[in-house]
């Protein structure tokens, strides 16, 4: 033990009383009044706990019953998250806050000399000016960690001071990293201010990182930290560059970071497309809005000192994939494409465009009102056109009428030489993503590949991108 005196502090603990309203959840909060500390700011019911006998539950009933009136069962708190608070002047405490979302009566002001309000608020719409330490309770339980320290240096507000930062969120034992790492979080909190969820959302088969931020103040943000430095080149051009132009179809660029490789988004409403059912009708209608928004990415200005033709159709990593892959090939899969990819040199220049790159369902997402939007832009690179068929051509395989609507909104129709192209894309896709799905053990990747194969070699893919009977 250093020093010659034992630390003391008191213990208090805080009501996060709970109801459901018209804009989500609500929490009780009270405006302190009087001669107390903080008066005129916005705190949860507390109080402190009376003497060595008295544990923190009990108390809690107590103190809720006393200043709001509700009549609340030991049975009906929950543990919410506990932080040890230093204030201003220098004066620490331990704080208990506990959850409660059942209990009896209805709140009002019961101790009029040290409150004079008392009103639900949504979590989203938090009332001014409202104590540090309060606020630092409920980001903390927000956050969903057990834990908190919140230090107060000498001249800051009793108030909350979004610009004033000094909660620490402690996660539990186990919980691995819920959350970014730190310089990545402090890179977002200056971006964007206080963050109190991080919830990972990131696509299994990519080693890009994505977090869904939720903000103390009610916003939603996605960071993106990507795998190399290539990719975050490309995802950061694509959204200065062009993505704008889509009217709101994609996301803004918040803030970018080149050193973390790391980039703040605004949220973008929608669901993805992938695995979503709809009757055939609005399927049409999907794939036709899907068909205008790739060639309003393909209008796109080129990024400055981009190249003028699209480059050959990359051959350098077909025989790592095709070792790879070859597990799953069936009995002339190999030789077919390599055939394929020897006929590429005989094809020539196609003309540069602005490509998405990744363009698939899971990168569609489609919101209430039928808008589409598209995502992740980090594949993006001045190609061929036919580059964003790749990975839709799954999508109209025995559906004529889906490829029928994406070519009346894409406004025309592929070339014969397009067409020769992007048969070589697609068999290339598809040996790379069997091999990839071998690799890491994931199954739809490839049957994806196995079809496509399939389809190609069997002349399906080219009737139905001559516009002729699919089957």
Known sequence: MSGSERHTVPVDVHLIAVRGGEQGPEVLLSRRAGTVYAA?????????????????????????????GLVVDADDVRAAVTVHHRAPAGGARVGFFFEVRRWSGTPDVREPKVCDAM???????????????????????????????????????????PAVDRLRLMP??????????????????????RITTWTDVSWARTASRVWRAQGASGGT????????????????????????????????????DAGLRAVVLTA????????????????????RTIGKLTARIHASPLPPASPGTAPVVPHAKLER??????????????????????????????EAVVTHGDLQLRNLLRAGDGALRVIDFERSEPQSAVRD?????????????????FF???????????????????????????????????????????RTLLRCRAGAAARAIDGGDPR
Not at 172 to 193: C, I
Not at 239 to 256: C, K, Q, T
Not at 332 to 347: I, M
């Open 40 to 68: 005129g700011h916005w705190h949860f019911p507390s109080g402190h706990v009376d003497g060595p006998f008295e544990d923190v539950v009990t108390a809690l009933v107590r103190e809720a019953y006393e200043e709001t």
């Open 119 to 161: 009103d639900w608020f949504p979590f989203d719409a938090l009332p001014e000016p409202m104590v540090a330490y309060c606020r630092a309770g409920l980001d903390a339980y927000r956050a969903g960690v057990p834990m908190a320290v919140h230090f107060q240096e000498s001249g800051d507000t009793i108030g909350h001071d």
């Open 172 to 193: 539990a034992p186990g919980s691995g990293e819920p959350r970014p790492g730190r310089e990545v979080r402090e890179f977002t909190e200056q971006a964007v201010g």
């Open 221 to 256: 943000w996605f960071v993106k930290i990507h795998q190399n430095d290539r990719f975050h080149g490309r995802e950061v051009t694509a959204l200065r560059e062009w993505v704008p132009g889509l009217g709101g179809a994609g996301p803004r660029l918040v803030a970018a």
């Open 268 to 287: 973008v409403e929608g669901r993805p497309l992938h695995g979503m059912v709809l009757p055939p009708d609005e399927e049409r209608q999907v794939f």
């Open 321 to 350: 994939h095709l070792d790879g892959a070859r597990p799953h090939l069936r009995p002339g899969d190999e030789q077919y494409v390599r055939w394929v990819v020897d006929s590429a040199v005989r094809l020539p220049p196609a």
């Open 389 to 405: 068929l790749v990975r839709l051509l799954d999508c109209f395989d025995g559906r004529e009428d889906l490829y029928e609507a």
């Open 408 to 450: 009346a909104g894409y406004g025309r129709r592929f070339t014969e030489d397009e067409r020769a192209r992007l048969l070589v894309e697609a068999v290339l896709d598809a040996v790379s993503g069997i091999a990839f799905g071998n690799k890491t053990g994931d199954p739809e990747l490839v049957e994806r590949g196995r």
